[in-house]
T-cell receptor, first 116, second 114 residues
């Protein structure tokens, strides 16, 4: 029944590890996004995909690599985790072109990543 | 490039009082404007959006916002606050350039006092 789901909900790991966060949407949307929300609640887009094609790729370290096996899934893989990667990561989806410029975005519940 | 400023990182109102959350934007072309709400430990949820139709936009949960071009503002209001309105509220802007992305403000935490 959940529209946008993310796993895991919580992720605690050591510096230097590699981890993945998975996202799935059952809304039939063409576009999916990853956002990072820092400790001050600042929300910043990282990536967007439209029909498995990368549309937005913000200034994000190349340790972060999104992968979209199909338009219902957008996973985020993070290599060599650093302390500064600790944040809440939100997946979202919408209809439309991939920039989200006018579409309503539907957000997942977030993945709380803590790097020790 | 567009930007959005939310005045006040924390706002407290009494239950039953008027809620006013301020948002000012900057955009070189006509903007699209959004308000999202984030309840504790949840993702964001759209409250309302302005996409160049009526300047007074009504959203869910009794919220509304008015687009004022002369003031470059899109303030969010609700006539009577309810305890369940306590949350983080984000204003966001994009423009009609389809190649540009949505930009979120830094959020305003709304506290409701009993």
């Amino acid at each position: 029944d959940t529209a946008v789901s993310q796993t895991p909900k919580y992720l605690v790991t050591q510096m230097g590890n590699d981890k993945s966060i998975k996202c799935e949407q059952n809304l039939g949307h063409d576009t999916m996004y990853w956002y990072k929300q820092d400790s001050k609640k600042f929300l910043k887009i990282m990536f967007s995909y439209n029909n498995k094609e990368l549309i937005i790729n913000e200034t994000v370290p190349n340790r972060f690599s999104p992968k979209s096996p199909d338009k219902a899934h957008l996973n985020l893989h993070i290599n060599s985790l650093e302390l500064g990667d600790s944040a809440v990561y939100f997946c979202a989806s919408s209809q439309g072109s991939g920039t989200g410029y006018q579409e309503t975005q539907y957000f997942g519940p977030g993945t709380r990543l803590l790097v020790l | 490039a567009q930007s959005v400023t939310q005045l006040g990182s924390h706002v407290s109102v009494s239950e039953g009082a008027l809620v006013l959350l301020r948002c000012n934007y900057s955009s070189s072309v006509p903007p699209y404007l959004f308000w999202y709400v984030q309840y504790p430990n949840q993702g964001l949820q759209l409250l309302l959006k302005y996409t160049s139709a009526a300047t007074l936009v009504k959203g869910i949960n009794g919220f509304e916002a008015e687009f004022k071009k002369s003031e470059t503002s899109f303030h969010l209001t609700k006539p009577s606050a309810h305890m369940s309105d306590a949350a983080e509220y984000f204003c966001a802007v994009s423009d009609m350039n389809r190649d540009d992305k949505i930009i979120f403000g830094k959020g305003t935490r709304l506290h409701i006092l009993p």
